[in-house]
């Protein structure tokens, strides 16, 4: 009888540990999901920046600063800014500047991961994706 008492606590403890291994699982496979989605976001404005002319490229600086040659691709960049911003979970932010130097834009996506809102780490390292495209017009 006590070895089936025994048993049983083993069994019980063990299915425990399954079923926060479980509850992980999930929760990586959402951060996940919400990588791609920031992934996702950062292609479309780097795609924005790159099919406009190069001449624009200083309109998908987000927040938006310094002179813009076209109100439609500035326009485009903060639709997308509002769109990323309203994807993204807890307390996102959407950045993009633009080097004129180099002829580079890099865009940079973070936002409140599951583990931290769950703990209540919003000060921690926030998970990110950056993005650096080139916009420079290309030679024929």
Not at 13 to 37: E, I, N, P, W, Y
Not at 108 to 130: H, I, N, Y
């Amino acid at each position: 009888m006590l070895e089936a008492l025994i048993a049983m606590v083993v069994l019980v403890f063990g299915l425990l540990g399954m079923s926060r291994f479980q509850a992980k699982v999930v929760k990586a496979g959402t951060d996940g999901q919400v990588r791609l989605q920031a992934l996702a976001m950062a292609d479309q404005l780097a795609n924005l920046a790159q099919i406009d002319t190069a001449a624009n490229a200083p309109c998908y600086t987000l927040p938006a600063v310094g002179a813009c040659g076209s109100p439609t691709g500035r326009q485009s960049a903060t639709n997308w800014r509002t769109r990323a911003l309203a994807t993204l979970p807890g307390a996102p932010t959407a950045t993009s500047v633009y080097d004129a130097n180099t002829g580079r834009l890099t865009i940079r996506l973070t936002w409140t991961g599951k583990l931290q809102q769950e703990l209540g780490e919003a000060d921690s390292v926030s998970p990110a994706v950056e993005v650096v495209t080139d916009v420079r017009p290309t030679p024929l």
